[in-house]
């Protein structure tokens, strides 16, 4: 089969490959629907998992089944499925524990353009099939869809690791594709206000639209003073974090009120450590805990979030401004996504076979 594959460090290409092999848990697919994803460009040109050889890339998309193992229950050839970019291996201890993302070792839930292939690629394969797809509702758009691997689950599992609760005050530290879901996750936790940290004139509509009541460059200055002074010297009762850099955590502390949680979703691609300013983590004793999570994987979790799409709750829709037609044009997909032209919030490809 065709993919198109991290190469090696910062090189991308087609590569020819066997088609991979169905276990009896698992599934073989098509896919129907590709996004690339800002990790993409993290894990090709900055190196950040480490070294890949012929990885073939992608882990947004949706698919249709062509084959199942003799385990698998629920799904069968021909059924059109949503899938999760984490694939958990969900008969395992780290899965019992609570932390199935981190089934097999740290990250190691996260698998497609990962540790194995990715869904560029004429076929994937998904492990655990009963519990890693499930079915497209009914007249729910593929691209939309494709919004369901990473986008949504992710961008609310950023609003969950916050914990945020009615009336929350809460910062927004980008406003990329992850950060719009994050406004929109943090709106239906209950948010009051929520300040939206971003530039470009496309996310900030749909921030808007999404229920962000400010907007807040990091081009005009410190963020925690922004903040601050927004807030009458109060900060906030929560932070997302799903853009920025180490420093981030820095400003992030800064504006968070005693209490507060700061969740990340950032895939934080280069340096070493993290910033934890001392005085005002309340010198180790202002109860501001810093959490930070990959998106958790899962059919229930893809079924649940799937029904604030069909009942209007979010619109993904909104997020997608480029759509290309074809399994040729990941590659261009992927370029976009590293260029991240000024209109650019998400891209989406459509393949009919
Ligand atoms: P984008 O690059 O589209 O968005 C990044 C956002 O951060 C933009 O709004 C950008 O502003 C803003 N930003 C850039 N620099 C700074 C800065 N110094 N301070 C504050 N804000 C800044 O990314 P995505 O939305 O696609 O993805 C966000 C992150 O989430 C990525 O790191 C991605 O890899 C990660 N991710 C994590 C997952 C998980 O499971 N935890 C899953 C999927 C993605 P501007 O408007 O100016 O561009
Ligand atoms: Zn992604």
Redesign the pocket.
């Known amino acids: 089969m065709r993919g198109f594959a991290m190469l090696g460090p910062g090189t991308t290409g087609w590569i020819e490959k066997e088609r991979p092999k169905c276990g009896p848990m698992d599934a073989i697919c098509r896919p129907l629907s590709l996004a690339a ?3 993409d460009i ?1 894990t090709v040109y900055e190196n950040a998992l480490g070294p890949r050889t012929d990885m073939i890339l992608g882990h947004e998309g949706t698919g249709e089944v062509v084959e199942v193992g003799s385990l698998v229950k629920d799904f069968k050839p021909g059924d059109k499925v949503m899938v999760a ?2 694939t958990p291996d969900w008969n395992s201890v780290a899965a019992q524990g609570g932390f199935a993302m981190h089934s097999g070792g740290m990250l190691a839930g ?1 698998k497609f353009s990962n540790i194995k292939d990715g869904m560029f690629a004429e076929f994937f394969h998904v492990n655990d099939a009963d519990g890693n797809l499930a079915h497209l509702p009914e007249g729910m758009d593929v691209g939309v869809a494709a919004m369901m691997s ?2 949504i689950p ?1 961008g609310f ?1 950023a609003s969950e690791l916050a914990k945020v609760e009615y009336g929350d005050t809460v910062c927004v ?8 879901m994050g406004v929109r996750g943090a709106v239906l936790r209950g948010a009051s206000r929520i300040y939206a ?4 004139p496309n ?1 900030i509509e749909v921030a808007k639209k999404y229920g962000a009541t400010e907007i807040v460059s ?2 005009d200055g410190p ?1 925690d003073k922004q903040i601050l002074e927004l807030t009458k010297g109060q900060g906030v009762d929560k932070v997302i974090v ?4 180490c ?2 955590f820095d400003e992030a502390l800064k504006m968070l009120k005693a209490g507060g949680i700061i969740g990340n ?5 280069k340096g070493d450590y993290v910033k934890i300013p001392r005085a005002e983590w309340g010198v180790g004793m202002g109860h501001k805990t810093i959490t930070g ?3 958790p994987g899962g059919r229930r979790r893809l079924e649940r979030l799937a029904s604030l799409i069909t009942t209007n709750r979010v619109d993904p829709s909104l997020i997608i401004t480029h759509r290309y037609d074809g399994l040729d044009k990941v590659e261009d997909m992927l370029q976009i996504m590293h260029d ?1 032209p000024i209109d650019l ?2 891209p989406v490809a459509i393949i009919n076979w």
């Open positions: 994803c800002t990790s993290h970019a984490i996260w990473d986008m992710t599992h530290i980008g406003i990329g594709p992850v950060g719009l940290v971003g530039t470009r996310c990091y081009k963020l799903a853009g920025g850099d420093d981030t979703v950032n895939y934080i691609g999570g990959l998106m991240k919030i998400k």
